[in-house]
T-cell receptor, first 113, second 114 residues
Framework: KAGVTQTPRYLIKTRGQQVTLSCSPI?????VSWYQQTPGQGLQFLFE???????NKGNFPGRFSGRQFSNSRSEMNVSTLELGDSALYLC????????????FGSGTRLTVV | GQQLNQSPQSMFIQEGEDVSMNCTSS?????WLWYKQDPGEGPVLLIA?????ELTSNGRLTAQFGITRKDSFLNISASIPSDVGIYFC??????????????FGQGTTLQVKP
């Protein structure tokens, strides 16, 4: 059974640009959560989608947005990139059934220069 | 807001030694999760705890849900080199117990000397 697939694995962008990251959940999973991981702030929740609707949102500025498609695949977008947006972006998917049911992908490493 | 405080921040131990790390919070959690993250990978769930006082094992790993529901610990017995990584405690954000909105501790980095 394929795991959570995140593309691309690595990305380098320039300040001011925008970026779109993709997450393909495990087949049958309808919930996708996104996290930002940095050495200083650790793992921080960005947002969660379930059946194409945003179910939860973390404390990030409006430059961070996401969406989910009818096949449960999800994308997150960061506009007007800042140096501080450099991080590992992780997504996790679940079929439901509680907080312990989420499987993480390997992440997208974003570097903003 | 909710916070999870993990200690120690890092550990450097000899192969074969036992390891203990813990996680505390000022607020109650109804679920405690322990994850391990290898370099370049996402966190992998090791153990999930659902009831105060619960003690659960997964191979050489044992975790307990504190009686006050404000703490949890993870023990690793007879450590081996592949135990190297970052260990995180986590719990669902209040009001979001059945969702993917998790609060994570800062992590304990474990290094094992063969």
């Amino acid at each position: 059974k394929a795991g959570v697939t995140q593309t691309p694995r690595y990305l380098i962008k320039t300040r001011g640009q925008q970026v779109t990251l993709s997450c393909s959940p495990i087949s049958g999973h309808r919930s996708v959560s996104w996290y930002q991981q940095t050495p200083g702030q650790g793992l921080q929740f960005l947002f969660e989608y379930f059946s194409e609707t945003q179910r939860n949102k973390g404390n990030f500025p409006g430059r961070f947005s996401g969406r989910q498609f009818s096949n449960s695949r999800s994308e997150m977008n960061v506009s007007t990139l800042e140096l501080g947006d450099s991080a590992l972006y992780l997504c996790a998917s679940s079929a439901g059934g509680g907080a312990s049911g989420y499987t993480f992908g390997s992440g997208t490493r974003l570097t903003v220069v | 807001g909710q916070q999870l405080n993990q200690s120690p921040q890092s550990m450097f131990i000899q192969e074969g030694e036992d390891v203990s790390m813990n996680c505390t919070s000022s607020s109650i959690f109804n679920t405690w999760l322990w994850y391990k993250q290898d370099p370049g990978e996402g966190p992998v769930l090791l153990i999930a705890l659902y009831k105060a006082g619960e003690l659960t094992s997964n191979g050489r790993l044992t975790a307990q849900f504190g009686i006050t529901r404000k703490d949890s610990f993870l023990n690793i017995s007879a450590s081996i080199p592949s135990d190297v990584g970052i260990y995180f405690c986590a719990g669902p954000s209040h009001g979001s117990s059945n969702t993917g909105k998790l609060i994570f501790g800062q992590g304990t980095t474990l290094q094992v000397k063969p």
